[in-house]
């Protein structure tokens, strides 16, 4: 049995995904969650998105889930958001989505992408601090995308580019973990079993 273990923590709205603060905003830092100095960001969220975030005492599992061996071809681990987006997506912008956009550093791969109503999502929603921004005469939506790379802020250039302003970024899922039923702010311990290390290539 391995004793490899990760934290899955649900980040609020505001946090930024580092201990020190060495910015001048008004973000709080992972430093208000966690004394536990040890623990590393296994990928990064920005400061305006929520949800999931792993962190590792554990290089290993750190180096697995953000730079995977060449047996999965090199390919980063797939990464699930819940994005409310201003208006109402078409067949053609979800088309342009799942097939790659050309960003200013390049084209993203191809992604996963699904038009959802709010009682679709996987998770109820907790209110967000600050709320995001309404107008009234704008209707919005929630898409269901998973990506596989981590080109900087990624799915908010995507959907800005076909025309859906990005207005909310939840992290649901990283390779495989999910945020489940952790409320906001709410971390957790998972311990790693074999099967899972076999998932992983953690050896």
């Not at 409310?84 to 053609?92: A, F, L, R, S, W």
């Not at 791969?109 to 999502?121: C, G, N």
């Amino acid at each position: 049995m391995s004793t490899s273990s990760l934290v899955l923590f649900n980040k609020p709205y505001g946090v930024q995904s580092q201990f020190r603060d060495d910015s001048n905003n008004n973000h709080t830092t992972l430093s208000e969650y966690f004394t536990d100095k040890s623990l590393r960001v296994a990928g990064r969220l920005d400061a305006t998105s929520e949800g999931l975030l792993i962190l590792t005492d554990d290089g290993r599992v750190n180096k697995a889930i953000t730079h995977p061996p060449k047996a999965n071809a090199g390919r980063k681990q797939g990464k699930t958001y819940l994005v409310q987006v201003e208006g109402i997506p078409t067949p053609e912008q979800l088309s342009k989505l799942q097939k790659g956009v050309i960003l200013k550093d390049g084209k993203t791969l191809p992604a996963e992408i699904k038009h959802v109503s709010e009682d679709e999502l996987p998770m109820p929603l907790w209110q967000r601090d600050p709320p995001i921004r309404e107008r009234k005469s704008v209707p919005d939506s929630w898409l269901m995308l998973t990506i596989y790379e981590g080109k900087n802020r990624q799915v908010r250039r995507m959907t800005a580019h076909v025309g859906l302003p990005c207005l909310r970024l939840i992290r649901w899922s990283v390779a495989g973990f999910e945020l489940g039923e952790l409320a906001v702010g709410e971390s957790i311990r998972v311990h790693l079993d074999s099967e899972r290390c076999k998932q992983l290539s953690i050896t």
